[in-house]
């Protein structure tokens, strides 16, 4: 069922600018009639002409309402300046209720345009249907289609033009929740490696549980892949690489590793290269973005590694693959585990818990217990050693310098971490990320 009516009523013409309030109020009368929606919130999007006053424009439209009392109070007139600045008001107003079905009224000429950003903007967890302004006047006899076809050129814009409209908004928006921190290791020689952990402030992500610098886009989440691009541009800003050469690792809970520059696997959890200038990455919202350096070879590595991937040994798989790519000694590696679920949170059930005691009992705490605690980041460090790297060269919460100590507890961190043990479904992601300075 329809949750929220959108009218589109962006590209008015300029001989119809006069009229805006009959014609509104001939469609809000549409909607009270015609509709079949008992109660939905209906959104004007409008034009605003520079110069104009917002306040001014919409006091001028008040009189269109004044006959819908039932509408009033969930009617909203968006000006902006853009479309694109229109739909993200509209994407904030429907998130701050949780809806996602929506109904578009537009003039004909502007639907492709409208799908385009619609596409971008929004995700699968929204469902648009759309509804030509035409007919849905035609009850009322009112003959607006005419001026609006003869008036307007067909857009010219493309899909590009669209994106980049966009992107230039988005950009313009006011970082939330703070500055875009970054947790650095110094473990990592800064004079050849960039590095570093991120975490939650400092993006346009709005949605509280997704705030703000979330890095990972999810059909099944609000936050559409243009947002997480505007996070990861900030992010670049901040930590000074180029966005462009940026890859991340194509989670799979597993141990495949891809080496750039060879042919990419459908999906890995463990990522390595020695070219100069490219930025590698993992996320992580609880499992652990782990980094590895070596600055003989200068050859560097990130994974992905959950309790899954622990088990499988993602990060030895890593090790193995710069040993066997780029001639690394196993002693030159250094390995530094990020912010991860501590052994203090993360619980699993008893089987899976098994396979951790498995590997050393202190790994696991309460082992009796239908879902023991399991420390997952003890059991990497205990598959990394037996790999042969050496216990210093291996930076995780065991460090004693308290300044230094990075390897936090993303359950135990609202205010710094993202947590899907902690969150649940609707969690956002954090990145560990590495490359080799020019
Ligand atoms: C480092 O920080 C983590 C997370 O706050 C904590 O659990 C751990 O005890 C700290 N390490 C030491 C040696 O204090
Ligand atoms: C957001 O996270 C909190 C816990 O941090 C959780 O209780 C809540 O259900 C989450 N909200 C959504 C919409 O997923």
Redesign the pocket.
């Known amino acids: 069922m329809v949750e929220a009516v959108l009218i589109d009523l962006f590209s008015l013409p300029a001989n119809l600018q006069n009229n805006i309030r009959g014609l509104l109020h001939n469609i809000l009368e549409t909607i009270e009639k015609c509709s079949s929606i008992p109660a939905p919130l209906v959104y004007v999007i409008c034009c605003q002409r520079q110069g104009t006053e917002r306040n001014g424009e919409q006091e001028f439209l008040l009189p269109a309402l004044r006959d819908f009392q039932s509408l009033k109070k969930r009617l909203e007139v968006v000006h902006a300046l853009t479309t694109a600045a229109a739909l993200y008001t509209i994407k904030q107003r429907l998130d701050e209720k949780d809806l996602s079905i929506v109904k578009v009224i537009l003039p004909t000429l502007r639907k492709d345009l409208m799908k385009v950003y619609i596409d971008h903007l929004f995700t699968a967890v929204y469902q648009f249907e759309f509804e030509d302004l035409q007919v849905a006047t035609d009850c009322k006899n009112l003959q607006i289609a005419e001026p609006w076809s003869e008036e307007q050129r067909l857009p010219t814009q493309d899909v590009a033009l669209i994106r980049s409209e966009i992107q230039t908004y988005l950009e313009s928006l006011p970082s939330l929740n703070g500055e875009l921190t970054i947790l650095r290791s110094s473990l990592i020689p800064g004079d050849i490696f960039l590095h570093g952990f991120t975490t939650r402030t400092g993006g346009i992500s709005y949605i509280?549980?997704l705030s703000s610098c979330n890095l990972f886009s999810s059909s099944k989440r609000r936050d559409p892949q243009v947002v997480v691009k505007e996070n990861l541009r900030r992010l670049a800003d901040a930590a000074g690489f180029d966005p462009e050469t940026f890859h991340r690792v194509k989670i799979d809970h597993a141990n495949a590793v891809c080496i750039m520059g060879k042919t990419e696997p459908d999906s890995y959890d463990g990522i390595v290269t020695n070219q100069k200038g490219i930025t590698i990455a993992a996320p992580g919202a609880d499992c652990i973005p782990v980094l590895f350096a070596d600055p003989v070879r200068k050859a560097c590595g990130a994974a992905h590694s959950g309790w899954k991937g622990t088990l499988l040994g993602v990060s030895m798989a890593t090790v193995n693959a710069m040993v066997s790519e780029y001639g690394c000694n196993v002693k030159d590696i250094l390995v530094v585990l990020g912010p991860s679920v501590g052994p203090c949170c993360y619980k699993l059930p008893h089987e899976s818990a098994k396979e951790f005691h498995r590997i050393d009992p202190k790994c696991v705490r309460l082992f009796d217990s239908a879902n023991p605690y399991v420390d997952i980041r003890r059991a990497t460090r205990i598959l990394l050693e037996s790999g042969g790297i050496l216990p210093e060269n291996i930076q995780d919460d065991s460090i004693t310098d308290q300044n230094q100590n990075i390897t936090f507890c993303t359950a135990c961190h609202?205010d710094k971490f993202y947590s899907h043990f902690?969150?649940?479904?609707?969690f956002g992601t954090q990145i560990g990320f590495i490359s080799i300075k020019d």
């Open positions: 509280p549980n609202p902690r969150d649940g479904t609707n």
